[in-house]
């Protein structure tokens, strides 16, 4: 009987299913935000809210006392990172010190091609990830290409120049619509039905 066991198995054992939490948690407290399927996002919100609510309590009990110190030590237990420990003590754990709870936020984004498993997406909140932002900035500092250089280099602008791209600020080649002189247009015949 299972009587009392509170968290999913996910379809691991123990050491697999913690150290995959934890590479979660450490790319969610990096990136701030992560894909995955809805039973391992559920499984890893309280993980991480857990977290930050350690780092929470460490910047309130200021430096006397050691208290950041030993916050630090426990989140270090589960974030082997250091970098995102800094991050989650210097920026993270600030921006929620008002917030009693409910530092992260799951959106269902529908079925995975593959396998049809639910994905979602953790986020945290006040920081909502706009997939397109990266694109968009691109468009707007968008910056003119380098010469090629090298042989390969010059093969792709010619391979671009007769695709129709522009490239180093010449008129694209188009394909003429003649006929060489060596090939004849063929029309295809009707055959007759019956067998003569």
């Not at 701030?32 to 910047?59: M, N, Q």
């Not at 394909?175 to 004849?184: D, Q, V, Y």
């Amino acid at each position: 009987m299972r009587h009392r066991v509170a968290h999913r198995k996910l379809g691991r054992v123990t050491e697999h299913r913690i150290a995959m939490l934890r590479n979660q948690a450490s790319a969610l407290l990096r990136h701030e935000h992560l894909t995955t399927t809805v039973p391992r996002a559920k499984e890893l919100r309280p993980y991480v809210e857990r977290l930050i609510t350690i780092a929470k309590r460490g910047i309130a009990g200021g430096v006397d006392g050691g208290r950041t110190l030993n916050a630090r030590r426990l989140v270090l237990r589960d974030v082997q990172d250091r970098e995102i420990v800094a991050k989650l003590f210097d920026t993270i754990a600030p921006r929620f010190a008002a917030r009693p709870g409910g530092y992260t936020r799951l959106l269902r984004l529908g079925y995975r091609r593959g396998d049809s498993a639910e994905v979602a997406q953790v986020e945290l909140v006040g920081s909502e990830y706009d997939p397109t932002a990266k694109k968009k900035a691109e468009a707007a500092g968008e910056a003119p290409k380098a010469k090629a250089q090298g042989v390969g280099g010059r093969l792709r602008a010619a391979a671009e120049r007769l695709r129709g791209g522009k490239s180093d600020g010449e008129a694209p080649v188009k394909p003429s619509t003649k006929p060489s002189k060596g090939t004849s247009r063929k029309t295809a015949t009707p055959r007759k039905a019956g067998g003569s």
